[in-house]
């Protein structure tokens, strides 16, 4: 182990990997304070994490708040559309690139306002899946010539806001997704005199790898097969509207880990692009869906949480493999669409929550001095405890003491044993656990059954946050996100812990870090002194957990702060907008409560002590405001001062 005194930035680094997940936006200061350089095009601007703490605790915000870096989309939308310009200058691809932003991975208007503004100079588009969604892209995708895709099952409104769209002279792509959407489909537009842009999605026979593999293959819940792609196509032209079929659609999963899956799909997406042109189809775009990962867990490897290329290293295989594939059957190059949504949000949000407490197994203790009459499994105990030394046997002094742990605990369930007694018992038992740990924490050899000492006698750090609210995969798929201090990691950590949320559930919580290139149960933070307030920031939450939070334990939406970067600034940053999370009243709404009438229940329920005689008025006054201030107050805890 590093002493305390030779900690240096690059140990905090070592441990906690920020500049491998932290996509060149987020790095330890040399203050031990984590940095963020929102825009990669302006290294000098960099926003130290400590000044905005100071800002939110001075506009009086109470924690946890979620802190958007508008700044780091900007900058993502930047990089991905530039990376695509780049390729396709290199290759001598003669196709253009236009994206589109699927709007499911984080809906939040603030955000997908900001991606809009960053992708005009590049005709950055939007992408909807379901009929709301399809409203938001009408009123929001305002970029002159660009695509807005629509995917996901439609029913005929849905098809009538898409062709709205196409009157509007806005390039609405529907994508069919099953085939009876096309007949719908191709009877509205006659109806309604209106030539609708097609594309159609195919259910290729690739398959991504990682959690989300079963998008791609047979199985896939959307997409034609190569059977319905040819009815579709001869239903079109037997329709006369075969000049409306526009693009071919493809995906295979998201956050797609390793970049050969990618490479298969994109030859198999070209092959099927080259045979309708041949058919006759002159196709505009070949859309090869989402699943640009992100390197959650710093490893670049193809780990559930990570992913084995760069962001230019997945552009250059989708322009290069449409590029051969199309040169070999002599076709032309079509435009390129892609749908990276997790690679565009993902970086530009944090969850920043305090730590309220510390929960040990081994914190309360009593006095284990011998008394006369003890039981002998007590005394036992003592003996291991009390002879722990150079020359002792670690090994057996584990085997015992666990022994007459469980001997204890049967014996006092027989009677045999008192509750002091046990209480004692226990207590010597985790002194000499304390001991083992220290003795081996240097070794290079743990045996295997005291491999798990390091978690049963780690701490869990309780943080003011629901796990279900905002961080909704680490909870449902065991999706790994980034965890780090804010501060002090110009310090040496020394305490392993897990965190828990203050939900009252046992699945609140996370245990599961990287540290290295190791997936490990606990995480080194630093103890809490009193009086100071201890924040950690989790990190990589800008892609779907800002809008898959759910409502356990009535928590509700958090604090938002909008960050922007500001070279002009003494600190580089100001806060552009702060957007109040969920109040009590809020979540009780939603659930169908009447926060008024309640309070009014509650005022009848004190009057009725006051005129009992139970409650002195003055008294009753005070309890019925504290109650209205709560029912109007925000949901999380108020750390005491």
């Known amino acids: 182990m590093t002493p305390a005194t030779d900690w240096t ?73 530039t990376a695509f310009a780049n390729a396709i200058e290199q290759s001598g691809y003669r196709g253009e690139y236009q994206g589109v932003y699927p709007i499911k991975v984080n809906q939040m208007r603030e955000v997908v306002e900001e991606i809009v503004y960053a992708g005009k100079p590049f005709r950055y588009g939007l992408e909807a899946g379901s009929k709301a969604e399809l409203l938001a892209a009408l009123a929001m995708n305002t970029n002159d010539g660009s695509l807005t895709v629509l995917n996901g099952y439609k029913d005929e409104e849905f098809m009538r806001l898409a062709l709205m769209g196409r009157r509007l002279g806005n390039r609405m792509v529907v994508v069919v997704e099953k085939y009876s959407e096309l007949l719908l489909l191709v009877r509205l537009a006659k109806e309604l005199a209106i030539d609708p842009i097609i594309g159609m999605r195919a259910k290729i026979t690739a398959k991504g790898r990682g959690k989300w593999e079963s998008s791609g293959g047979d199985r896939a819940k959307f997409g034609l097969t190569i059977t319905e792609i040819i009815n579709a196509t001869r239903y079109l032209k037997d329709e006369g509207m075969d000049h409306c079929l526009k693009l071919l659609h493809f995906h295979i999963g998201s956050q797609l880990t390793d970049i050969r899956s990618v490479k298969e799909a994109v030859s198999e997406g070209a092959m099927i692009y080259a045979e309708l042109h041949r058919m006759g189809f002159a196709l505009d775009y070949v859309d090869v869906g989402g699943g640009l990962g992100i390197d959650y867990d710093g490893t670049a490897s193809t780990s559930e949480s990570s992913r084995n290329y760069t962001m230019q290293e997945y552009v250059s295989s989708v322009v290069q493999g449409v590029q051969e594939v199309c040169d070999l059957e002599g076709v032309p190059h079509p435009g390129l669409v892609s749908e990276s949504g997790r690679a565009i949000t993902a970086h530009h949000s944090c969850v920043v929550t305090q730590i309220v407490g510390e929960i040990r197994t081994d914190s309360a203790q009593v006095d284990t001095a011998a008394c006369a009459d003890e039981h002998i499994l007590l005394s036992n105990m003592r003996d291991i405890y009390t002879g722990l030394g150079e020359q002792t046997n670690m090994q057996a002094a584990f085997n015992d003491a666990s022994r007459y742990k469980e001997q204890a605990l049967d014996a006092f369930k027989l009677r045999v044993l008192r509750l002091e007694e046990l209480a004692k018992i226990e207590t010597l038992y985790w002194q000499i656990m304390e001991r083992l740990h220290h003795y081996y924490q240097d070794a290079d050899y743990i045996p295997e059954e005291l491999q798990e000492m390091e978690r049963n006698l780690s701490s869990q750090y309780l943080c003011n946050f629901s796990v279900f609210q905002s961080a909704a995969d680490s909870w449902a798929i065991d999706q790994l996100l980034p965890v780090a201090p804010l501060t002090r990691m110009d310090e040496k950590p020394q305490v392993s812990c897990s965190l828990v949320d203050i939900t009252c559930d046992s699945d609140g919580k996370i245990d599961q870090f990287a540290i290295g290139r190791e997936i490990t149960q606990v995480l080194p933070l630093h103890k809490l002194r009193a009086g100071e307030p201890y924040f950690i920031g989790l990190f990589l939450t800008g892609a779907y957990q800002d809008v898959m939070g759910d409502m356990h334990n009535l928590f509700g939406r958090l604090n938002e702060v909008h960050v922007f970067c500001d070279d002009e600034d003494p600190q580089d940053f100001y806060i552009e907008e702060i957007v109040q999370g969920s109040s009590v009243k809020d979540v009780l709404t939603i659930m169908q ?30 309890w019925n405001d504290f109650y209205e201030a709560c029912i109007n107050g925000y949901t999380y805890l108020k750390p005491q001062k």
């Open 9 to 81: 930035i690059e140990d905090a680094e070592k441990l906690y990997g920020v500049s491998r997940w932290g996509g060149g936006y987020f790095r330890i200061g040399d203050n031990g304070n984590l940095q963020i350089t929102p825009d990669p095009g302006n290294p000098s601007v960099r926003i130290d994490f400590g000044s905005v703490l100071s800002e939110i605790q001075q506009e009086g915000l109470q924690f946890p708040v979620v802190v958007r870096f508008h700044d780091i989309l900007r900058a993502q939308v930047t990089q991905l559309n």
């Open 593 to 622: 409560y009447n926060p008024q009438a309640m309070t009014s229940d509650v005022k009848r329920m004190i009057d009725k002590q006051v005129a009992a005689g139970q409650i002195k008025p003055r008294e009753g006054v005070r």
